[in-house]
């Protein structure tokens, strides 16, 4: 038995182990962002594809689409797919990922993400459609899940005086993985292009090895802080705010209190908002200033909100730190109810500056949004199962992805469909989107500490 | 191998810093130490660092744009 053991101690999967990365005495812990920060501007790249979307319709036909080709419509299928498997693998992922530890969930995230464009490839080269919905769809949605909930819990450990900031600065990656992930992806597919190609499997190959690469980078550079393990200087404050507990919520638990619920409602109406007026930007902002924006300064302007919701990830959260999670969380609602409500006036002025600043606005706390509520969960079921309860709360991610963009376009077609101008037909939809964050804000207002009875007592039930 | 480069590097910046040491120049000796002892640090965020300038580099071209044709 014992050369079996040794066999097992000494094969490749032990070196993912959770005791194989506690850090030693001295560790500089600001190793932790770029290794979370490897992971997430890989996945980001989701965010991206859909510059694959034309190439992928003219596979066969190569210069425009063929009868054979693929329709935009069941392209379009891949990202949805994609999103909903993160929902699905963040939600049931958690709980092993706790037990597992980061970077063993970091390398699956990796296998996974990058197994995706491997499969999406051949998909490429045989004409399938279904390899694409299993490749990129489904195993790399596993994959974006895992890694999307990997570091959080990980950060918050090694950052307790300032776990806003540090899970901040990892989502502001996922934000930025669209930055990078959109213009390699182009670069790639004019360089693999030819006659007889438009270079997109290459260029799914090419981009597999690189962020697997890039990712087992991040896997390899985590570690997880000794039990009891605090900064140096650092004392927990002897008087917690209000909403701050030192006390543990275990993640099944979690789920059977309100404010898992307030949460998740808080989540899914600010994503849903911000989401939905996302995908329409570009449309949005040349029919409402129809002659004055083309599609060039349009495709400009989807580049700035990009920026805007990755630079809002870090700002808004590293507020958050001083401010306050819920104070922040209001001043996403109240602000974000007067800028869309205000969007509607831009256009009755054509001021498209106005209209440019209240737009990064909105999504810098969009993205802001995403990245403070770790630390809400954290400052809420405190820290023991914090990636797990984060991984479940992003199912309302999944909800939203599919509530926003059908919100905007269906109303926007409907005021079309009864004759409303097409430079007016959003005002309704921003009045919506007002409205739902004024639920959002509700939600939060109705946060209040857990009750003790729910709280973790080691050794004892949950 | 890896392991091997990184004690390499280490040693060349020791080495360096010897040099500086052997000619009295306390700032540079200082400074090396600094970058032996945050080696890692240095060159993890510069792997991070280098596709996020370039994507940031390519978005404000993009953006650019929008206010060179539009405004």
Same mark, same amino acid.
């Given at each position: ?14 070196i ?39 190439p ?10 063929a009868?054979?080709d &693929?329709?935009?419509?069941?392209? *379009?299928?891949?990202?949805?797919i =994609? %999103?909903v498997?993160? +929902?699905?693998? !963040?939600?049931? $992922?958690?709980?092993w ?11 699956f ?5 990058s197994?995706g ?25 596993i ?14 450990? &090694?950052?307790?005086?300032?776990? *806003?900031?540090a899970?901040?600065? =990892? %989502?502001?990656?996922? +934000?930025?993985? !669209?930055?990078? $992930?959109?213009p ?5 597919m ?7 190609s438009?270079?997109?499997e ?11 690469c ?15 393990w ?11 705010k ?32 911000g ?16 002659g ?20 809002g ?12 999670r ?9 602000l ?7 969007i ?13 600043v ?18 809400y ?9 914090v990636?797990a ?45 007002a ?11 109705c ?8 709280h973790y ?6 | 191998m ?5 004690i ?7 080495l360096?810093?010897s040099?500086?040491?052997l ?11 600094f ?13 991070v ?18 206010f060179e044709?539009?405004?």
């Amino acid at each position: 038995m014992a050369p079996i053991k040794n066999m097992k101690r000494n094969s490749f999967f032990h070196i993912l182990d959770k005791e194989r990365i506690i850090a030693k005495p001295g560790f500089n812990r600001w190793l932790i962002p770029p290794a979370a920060l490897c992971i997430h501007l890989a996945i980001g790249q989701v965010y991206a594809f859909s510059v694959f979307n034309l190439p992928l319709t003219r596979i066969i036909g190569i210069h425009a689409s063929a009868h054979e080709d &693929w329709k935009l419509t069941s392209v *379009g299928w891949i990202f949805s797919i =994609a %999103i909903v498997f993160l +929902g699905i693998s !963040a939600a049931f $992922g958690g709980r092993w990922l706790e037990d597992a530890g980061p970077r063993k969930a970091m390398f699956f995230s990796a296998v996974c993400f990058s197994g995706g464009f491997f499969i999406s490839a051949i998909g490429v080269w045989v004409h399938s459609i279904i390899l694409l919905y299993l490749g990129y769809g489904v195993i790399g949605g596993i994959g974006l899940g895992l890694g999307y909930i990997s570091p959080v819990s990980t950060l918050i450990k &090694w950052f307790p005086d300032r776990p *806003g900031m540090a899970t901040g600065m =990892a %989502i502001m990656g996922f +934000g930025g993985g !669209a930055m990078v $992930g959109s213009p390699l992806a182009v670069l790639l597919m004019k360089y693999f292009s030819s006659e007889t190609s438009t270079g997109v499997e290459m260029t799914f190959l090419a981009m597999g090895a690189m962020y697997f690469c890039f990712m087992l980078a991040g896997a390899f550079n985590v570690r997880i802080p000794p039990e009891g393990w605090m900064p140096a200087g650092y004392t927990p404050p002897s008087k917690q705010k209000k909403l701050v507990t030192d006390k543990d919520v275990h993640a099944d638990q979690a789920i059977k209190t309100p404010q898992f619920y307030l949460l998740w409602g808080g989540l899914c109406f600010n994503v849903t908002a911000g989401i939905g007026v996302l995908g329409q930007a570009s449309v949005m902002c040349q029919e409402m200033f129809h002659g004055n924006i083309t599609p060039l300064a349009a495709s400009g302007f989807v580049g700035l909100l990009s920026a805007a919701n990755m630079l809002g990830r870090f700002f808004w959260s590293s507020a958050s730190d001083y401010l306050g999670r819920k104070a922040i969380y209001s001043i996403y609602f109240i602000l974000g109810i007067l800028l869309y409500s205000f969007i509607s006036f831009t256009g009755w002025i054509y001021s498209v500056v106005l209209f440019v600043v209240s737009y990064t606005i909105i999504m810098s706390m969009y993205g802001g949004g995403f990245a403070t509520i770790p630390a809400y969960l954290k400052d809420i079921f405190g820290v023991m199962h914090v990636g797990a309860i984060h991984g479940r709360l992003l199912t309302a991610w999944s909800v939203a992805g599919i509530l926003g963009p059908v919100l905007v376009n269906y109303i926007r077609q409907y005021q079309i469909d009864h004759g409303v101008p097409k430079a007016s037909a959003y005002t309704i939809t921003m009045f919506i989107m007002a409205g739902l964050l004024l639920c959002g804000l509700v939600c939060n207002l109705c946060i209040k500490p857990v009750h003790k009875k729910h709280h973790y007592m080691p050794g004892g039930k949950k | 191998m890896f392991y091997k480069c990184w004690i390499d590097i280490k040693n060349i910046l020791s080495l360096l810093a010897s040099f500086f040491a052997l000619h009295r120049q306390e700032k540079h000796v200082r400074q090396i130490f600094f970058i032996k002892d945050n080696v890692k640090l240095i060159l993890l965020w510069g792997f991070v660092g280098i596709p996020i300038v370039w994507g940031f580099l390519q978005t404000f071209q993009k953006v650019l744009g929008l206010f060179e044709h539009e405004m």
